[in-house]
């Protein structure tokens, strides 16, 4: 049985829905009962409707494992080479969905920090955009104190421990955080659940599981549309690019650690993964983007993870 960790969003686990909420329920409903094939497939399409709400932060689990991390289909820029093993030794959890308007909204509510702007792709179930690695910290560790854990980052960006020491160790980290760079990849590649090497998250067909330039119109597209990979997880590939924690070296896996890599080294551009609405090889689950932290992209987003204790 799969398990799950659900953040709280203003520090509640349930809330009231909004009126524009209650719309799209009743419309996604409607539409799941003219267009359902059986009453299997109608339950499916309740079910996901309504984990859209309350559950948009829904974390899967990812057991700790090896894996082989970079472009194993050779048509990938240096970056994203050569293929090495990493091991993660330890269990965490990933975002099923990348971090929604609705829950970025909440956070700036509640701590008077003006919203981000949605570039006319619209707000809500979209995933956000234009907020900066930066910013994502401070998100992060608002998510923590509302649930009362320790805080991933302190006020420099560094990682610190539940006793608010900074550490170079992810295991030691309690809060809510970016999912480091190796943990991206092998969340996308399915993780311990994995059940083949795909180009994309969960799939060789683009079309399946992913928002591009042939699909998309060139915008972001409400979360959770396409189809998940083996660990539930959506829109790993396209829709946007997401933050992770690590720092952007183009040469990195020439040296990176073989055991819970995470790049610590100072550097002007943080990783990026995921590709997004434009380009459909920068969709294959190995690509390695970057980007500067102190400002967000239109294209850019985020999703979060946690290790497990």
């Given amino acids: 049985m799969s398990e799950f960790l659900i953040p709280s969003i203003d520090g509640q686990k349930r809330r009231a829905l909004k009126y524009k909420e209650i719309q799209y329920l009743i419309k996604r409903l409607t539409d799941a009962g003219n267009n359902a094939t059986d009453e299997k497939k109608l339950r499916e399409e309740i079910e996901k409707a309504k984990g859209m709400f309350t559950i948009t932060s829904v974390m899967a689990l990812v057991k700790g494992g090896i894996f082989e991390m970079g472009d194993k289909h050779g048509d990938l820029e240096v970056r994203s080479k050569p293929v090495h093993i990493v091991q993660l030794s330890y269990d965490y959890y990933i975002g099923k969905y990348e971090v929604t308007f609705n829950e970025h909204d909440a956070y700036c509510e509640a701590t008077g920090k003006s919203k981000p702007d949605d570039d006319r792709f619209g707000r809500e179930f979209k995933p956000v955009i234009n907020v900066s690695w930066n910013e994502a910290l401070k998100y992060c560790n608002w998510l923590s104190e509302n649930e009362g854990l320790a805080k991933a980052y302190d006020c420099n960006g560094n990682l610190i421990d539940q006793n608010s020491r900074q550490t170079t160790d992810i295991t030691k980290v309690e809060g809510y955080r970016l999912p480091t760079e190796a943990e991206w990849e092998y969340a ?60 952007y070296n183009y040469n990195y896996y020439e040296k990176s650690p073989r055991e819970n890599p995470v790049n610590l080294n100072p550097a002007t551009e943080r990783v990026m993964r995921g590709g997004y609405y434009n380009s459909q090889i920068e969709c294959q689950i190995a690509d390695r983007g970057d980007s500067r932290p102190g400002r967000g992209y239109p294209n850019l987003g985020l999703r979060i993870a946690r290790t497990r204790k």
Avoid: F
Avoid at 207 to 232: C, F, H, I, M
């Fill in 188 to 247: 996308a590649r399915g993780g311990h659940k994995s059940t083949g090497d795909y180009k994309y998250a969960g799939s060789n067909s683009i079309n399946n599981v992913a928002w591009y330039e042939d699909n998309s119109g060139r915008k972001t597209q409400q979360v959770g549309q396409k189809a998940p990979n083996e660990l539930g997880l959506y829109d790993m590939s396209g829709n946007l690019w997401e933050w992770c924690q690590d720092w």
